[in-house]
């Protein structure tokens, strides 16, 4: 069982950069994988980046533009997100995948001029 926070949301500019961290309450140094999740206004969820053993995947309106990482020791996720779009703009969900699938209660980006 873990909890995970999400933390790093804002405001910013098209063409500007944010950091997200999704911070788990446990080690998530066993989980088969983490990764994000976004969901606009009136939109389903949306599949954004995973990362498990090292291995990275990413949708493809993301990819070139974010970076998913781990640091099991800090037992934090992160999402760095460069070169931001207004349809970036959603709620971020971390997630945790376990024996069972732990969600965050995600962190809203904005990306508006």
């Known amino acids: 069982q873990v909890q995970l926070v999400e933390s790093g949301g804002g405001l910013v500019q098209p063409g500007g950069s944010l950091r997200l961290s999704c911070a788990a309450s446990g080690s998530i140094s066993s989980a088969y994988a983490m990764g994000w999740y976004r969901q606009a206004p009136g939109k389903r969820r949306e599949y954004v980046a995973s990362?498990?053993?090292?291995?990275?995947h990413y949708t493809d309106s993301v990819t070139g533009r974010f970076t998913i990482s781990r640091d099991n020791a800090k037992n934090t996720v992160y999402l760095q997100m460069d070169s931001l779009k207004p349809e970036d703009t959603a709620v971020y969900y971390c997630?945790?995948?376990?024996?069972?699938?732990?969600w965050g209660h995600g962190t809203q980006v904005t990306v508006s001029s």
């Open positions: 997630y945790a995948h376990l024996l069972s699938t732990y």
């Open positions: 990362i498990s053993s090292g291995n990275t």
